[in-house]
């Protein structure tokens, strides 16, 4: 397992259930998740993840148009195996620390990208995390896994 990686985008929206928009700099609240994105708050899935390597497979597949936060995700990756990084491991990812809560998730009803394919990511290579600690987030800080 890569134990290291790079953030390739923060990704925000306003409202669920529509693509995220990359943005300069995220703020990220302990206990919260992306100040300002419609999918903060309590819970264990305040943060999500996706690395641009799984963006790449879909791509291959045939899917169109995607880019950064197309999956809405919050921070796309780039260098790390996000899915094979167990429950409970710490990520140190710009100023924060997070922990690494649900690997993966169900595919909402109508998800363009399974429907142009056949099938989606996000549920099998998606993470989400919740904020321990914290502090800005921008493309090209580092991510380190602090525990595994």
Known sequence: MILK????S??????????????EVGIFKEDYGLIGDAHAGK????????????????????AKGLCNGKFAE???TEGIQLHK????????????VQE?????KECHNGCAIKQQVG???????GIFTK????????EGDLIEVMEC
């Open 131 to 138: 904020v321990l600690k914290g502090g800005k987030i921008k």
């Open 10 to 23: 923060v990704n925000i929206s306003e409202k669920k259930g529509v693509i995220k928009e990359p943005i």
């Open 5 to 8: 990686g790079k953030v390739r």
């Open 74 to 76: 919050n921070i796309t």
């Open 85 to 96: 990084i167990p429950v409970g491991t710490r990520l140190r990812i710009g100023e924060t």
């Open 43 to 62: 819970g264990h899935r305040q943060v999500s993840l996706l690395a641009v390597e799984s963006i790449e497979k879909m791509k291959q597949m045939g």
């Open 100 to 104: 690494v809560t649900q690997i993966g």
């Open 119 to 125: 099938q989606c990511v996000m549920p099998r290579e």
